[in-house]
């Protein structure tokens, strides 16, 4: 791969500018059958560090499915009394700003977002995506590729399964991925 993560919209390096490490929790696996974001996670990192966090369970307007919180530990009772994704959405859209986001599996948490803006009447931003499984991938040099699985084998220190904790190993997955692997 070669050279430093670089991005395009200012020449700079990726770690030398803001962008928003991004994770969400589900009521279940698929948005096109109609499961909701309960839990989502925003942090801006700058220069290896969190500066700014927007972090909120959701009520999904939906029972979760107990597979899911099996997986994700959020019940019913937790999200009955949350906003929901479209009382949410402006904060959320003026929090993003133009920043590049950042996924683990960026395919997943981007049909939940677009889902839940749709739904909401509005629509989820065009903002620059950065995945970190696909990068991990590129380097073939992990046994396995799930966020926790790399976390482990890297030293990258997190609890799994919950929006935040899951957006800062990702943040951090990055960091590891620039300043050893190159530009995506």
Sequence with gaps: MGGALRYPGNGGRIIEIPYVAADVETTGLSAADGHRVCEFALLRFLRG???DSFVSLVNPLRPIDPGASAV???TDPMVARAPT???L???ILDFLSDDPLVFHNAPFDLSFLRSEA?????AWPGNRVIDTLLLARRTGRFRSNSLPDICRELGIGST???????AWAAGKLLLH???TDGDP
């Design 89 to 91: 959405l402006p904060k």
């Design 49 to 51: 560090a969190v500066i």
């Design 118 to 122: 749709r739904l909401a009447g509005g």
């Design 160 to 166: 799994f399964h919950r929006a935040e904790a899951d």
């Design 177 to 179: 991925l620039a300043s």
């Design 72 to 74: 994700n530990g959020i």
């Design 85 to 87: 994704f479209a009382d």
